[in-house]
């Protein structure tokens, strides 16, 4: 089973606006941690946001923030006031205790489009 | 602010050649891992290494690979004998504890292109 879905492929959005990206996962494990990182069509990896299973706050840097529902198993991204930078494409990412290091299972992406 | 690093960025080699891509972890990480992502495809797991041996694999690592911490700062992944279907972008990562204790920090990755 998918550990990490991400049911957007594409997403547009106006500049200033904010925009949701949507990321449920599946695990059974308690105790676990969310990722969210940002892929430039340079190609690195940017680390984004986390979120631990046991948080009770949602999680924000600057103008990112985590919407975590663990009831629903959901961990929606929401960029505020979005930049033409902000155009990359986005990955969500979780670990849990089922491996032995913590290895990330990531989902397929949502290609984030800003436009003018 | 302390970065993973990667060389080479871009390798090109030919199908059976050996590569040995190489990245330099955050300093006071213990925690070591590689990704890859085919173009256009979603980032996958490796392998990871703790205290010079490997702490998991996945089934995509096998025989043809190896990875070597070959001194206190180098952490190399090895393809002994490269195929097409090993072309794809090679991430490092590494952490300060395991996570989700601790955020993995990915370097800029290789990118592979076997002809």
């Known amino acids: 089973a998918q550990k990490i879905t991400q049911t957007q492929p594409g997403m547009f959005v106006q500049e200033k606006e904010a925009v949701t990206l949507d990321c449920t996962y599946d695990?059974?494990?308690?105790?676990?941690?969310l990722f969210w990182y940002k892929q430039p069509s340079s190609g690195e990896m940017i680390f984004l946001i986390y979120?631990?299973?046991?948080?009770?706050q949602n999680a924000t840097e600057g103008r990112y923030s985590l919407n975590f529902q663990k009831a629903r198993k959901s961990a929606n991204l929401v960029i505020s006031a979005s930049q033409l930078g902000d155009s990359a494409m986005y990955f969500c990412?979780?670990?849990?205790?089922?491996?032995?290091?913590?290895?990330?299972?990531f989902g397929r992406g949502t290609q984030l489009t800003v436009w003018p | 602010e302390p970065e993973v690093t990667q060389t080479p960025s871009h390798q090109v080699t030919q199908m059976g050649q050996e590569v040995i891509l190489r990245c330099v972890p955050i300093?006071?990480?213990?925690?070591f891992y590689w990704y890859r992502q085919i173009l256009g495809q979603k980032v996958e797991f490796l392998v990871s290494?703790?205290?010079?041996?490997?702490?998991?694999k996945s089934e995509i690592f096998d025989d043809q690979f190896s990875v070597e911490r070959p001194d206190g700062s180098n952490f190399t992944l090895k393809i002994r004998s490269t195929k097409l279907e090993d072309s794809a972008m090679y991430f490092c990562?590494?952490?300060?504890?395991?996570?989700?204790?601790?955020?993995?920090?990915f370097g800029p990755g290789t990118r592979l292109t076997v002809t």
């Open positions: 695990t059974s494990d308690p105790s676990y941690g």
């Open positions: 300093s006071n990480h213990l925690y």
């Open positions: 979120q631990g299973s046991y948080d009770q």
């Open positions: 290494f703790y205290n010079n041996e490997i702490s998991e």
């Open positions: 990412a979780i670990s849990d205790r089922g491996s032995t290091l913590g290895r990330l299972y």
């Open positions: 990562a590494s952490s300060e504890w395991v996570v989700p204790d601790a955020f993995e920090y």
